[in-house]
């Protein structure tokens, strides 16, 4: 096998960064026409939809996991596992406050009243009720004020680095700095059978609540994904191998993909955990190969990538719910909300958001200054 050597920055785990994160965008705006559960539905479904959905959604967040665990790996050489702790707190955890009090609360209020709960006034909404936390408004809906509900991924990714970094510098302190790396095919193996297994876990004993607690079969696949993040970050073999056998991957995952479509649970769970990975695999070689550079452009998207994905879903759960009666035909409305959802949340990180200190902090965004390794932004 030939390779080349990698880059230790990954630059191409940047961009599949960027890219995922944008997906999402459209991955919500479908959420409103299949038959899912979903905070809001459109009037017009279009369940056809449903098997693009699910090829996208079965390796979307595991790969967000395991890029997490990469860029965690080198903040922590780079600051120590005490600063990158103190790191991920600053960043994080203010971001997580202003989503889940400020951003969240317009998109629980349209549900609300789409469903006929509530015909108050949006700051009498959120001032007696939602701050309030008053969960009989929203118990018969299986919903809680006040909430995180599509940041959840922050407050798990939270947790998780917390945990990394006490786990790390509690081996330093034992010693234990010279273990050998693990092999890059015990990285390429073992991560399908983990997804397939935590699949079936997930279905049979542990279904997914995004509540943090108990929530465990979605804690073992996620940080199964984040450790296999820190495992690999340097391993140039590993991301080697990615590379030389992209072709590979994408045939596997096309084929697991094709299998999926025709099966049902359970083996749809295990096929799902299998296709996962070789699309996953696939993704990270063919982007090894034509996007491991840096670009000025990269770093602008890296750095707005955050803010983005926090006042996405608001929007466009807005929008939705004054576009739907218009009844317009749907080709226009779904590109509406699409474009809304998009143009509008970027606007407002360039125009509310980037340009201010404090703005900046909430949001998660490091303080305005000399250019800083765009690593620290991809975690």
């Known amino acids: 096998m030939e390779t080349r050597p990698i880059e230790t920055r990954k630059y191409f785990l940047d961009w599949l960064r960027v890219l995922a994160f944008g997906a999402l965008i459209f991955f919500h705006v479908g959420m409103l026409y299949v038959s899912w559960h979903y905070n809001l539905k459109s009037p017009r479904l279009y369940p056809a939809i449903e098997p693009w959905m699910n090829g996208l959604s079965a390796w979307r967040l595991a790969l967000l996991f395991l890029i997490s665990g990469v860029a965690s790996r080198f903040l922590i050489d780079k600051l120590g596992p005490g600063g990158f702790a103190r790191d991920r707190v600053r960043r994080l955890l203010p971001v997580i406050l202003i989503g889940m009090f400020v951003v969240i609360p317009p998109q629980t209020y349209v549900v609300l009243v789409s469903r006929g709960v509530t015909h108050m006034d949006f700051p009498t909404f959120w001032w007696t009720q939602y701050l309030r936390a008053n969960q009989t408004l929203v118990r018969p809906l299986g919903m809680t004020m006040p909430t995180w509900d599509h940041i959840w991924f922050l407050v798990y990714l939270l947790n998780y680095t917390l945990v990394a970094a006490a786990l790390i510098w509690a081996a ?142 608001p929007i466009l759960l807005v929008t939705a719910f004054w576009l739907f009666p218009l009844r317009l035909p749907l080709p226009i409305e779904v590109l509406l909300l699409a474009g809304a959802t998009g143009l509008g949340s970027f606007a407002i990180y360039e125009t509310c958001i980037r340009p201010f200190a404090v703005t900046r902090f909430l949001f998660g965004l490091k303080p305005k200054g000399p250019r800083h390794n765009v690593a620290r932004a991809a975690s």
């Open 172 to 313: 330093r302190r034992l010693g234990a700095h010279g273990r050998p790396p693990v092999s890059p095919w015990a990285l390429l193996l073992a991560p399908p059978v983990w997804l397939a297994a935590t699949n079936l876990l997930i279905l049979t004993k542990a279904p997914i609540t995004d509540a943090l607690v108990n929530d465990w079969g979605a804690h073992l696949k996620w940080i199964g994904l984040f450790v296999t993040g820190l495992a690999a970050a340097r391993q140039d073999r590993f991301w080697a191998l990615l590379e030389a056998h992209r072709g590979k991957a994408l045939a596997i995952a096309a084929v697991l993909l094709a299998i999926q479509s025709r099966v049902n649970d359970p083996a749809w769970s295990v096929v799902s955990g299998l296709y996962a990975w070789a699309a996953i695999c696939a993704l990270c070689g063919f982007a090894s190969a034509t996007l491991n550079r840096p670009s000025p452009i990269l770093t602008h998207l890296n750095q707005a990538v955050l803010p983005i994905y926090v006042l996405h879903q």
